[in-house]
C-alpha cells in the first residue's frame, strides 16, 4: 500500500515537470530559453518517472534495468544540451536578450 503510494507521487511528480517543460517550449522567445527549460524538466521528470517506477517493480531485474537507463539519461541529457547550445552559438545563432531589433 505504501509503495504504491510512493511510487504514484513520483510518477505524478515526473508527469508534472513533463508538463512544465512542455509549457516551457511553447512559453519561451528563442532557442536557447526554450533551451533550458527542456533539457532540466527532461531530466528531472524523467528521473522521477524511473524512480516511480523503480519503487513500483520492487527489488528486481526491471529495477537493475531502470536504474541503468537513469544513469544513462543523467549523463546524456545536460551533455546534449550543452551540446546544442554549443552548436548554435558555432553556427551564429544570438541568445535573446528582451531588445526591440535595433534598440541599443
Do not use: E, N
Not at 507521487?9 to 512559453?27: E, S, Y
Not at 545536460?78 to 528582451?98: E, F, I, N, S, V
Amino acid at each position: 500500500m505504501v509503495q504504491d503510494i510512493v511510487s504514484w507521487l513520483l510518477i505524478a511528480g515526473g508527469a508534472f515537470f513533463v508538463m512544465v517543460g512542455g509549457v516551457g517550449l511553447v512559453r519561451m522567445p528563442d532557442f536557447f530559453t526554450r533551451l533550458h527549460p527542456a533539457s532540466v524538466t527532461d531530466t528531472m521528470g524523467a528521473g522521477l518517472l524511473l524512480t516511480g517506477f523503480m519503487v513500483q517493480a520492487g527489488a528486481s531485474l526491471v529495477t537493475v534495468k531502470l536504474v541503468l537507463i537513469l544513469v544513462f539519461l543523467l549523463f546524456t541529457s545536460p551533455t546534449a544540451a550543452h551540446a546544442l547550445a554549443h552548436a548554435a552559438l558555432l553556427d551564429g545563432l544570438k541568445p535573446w536578450t528582451g531588445k526591440k531589433d535595433g534598440a541599443p
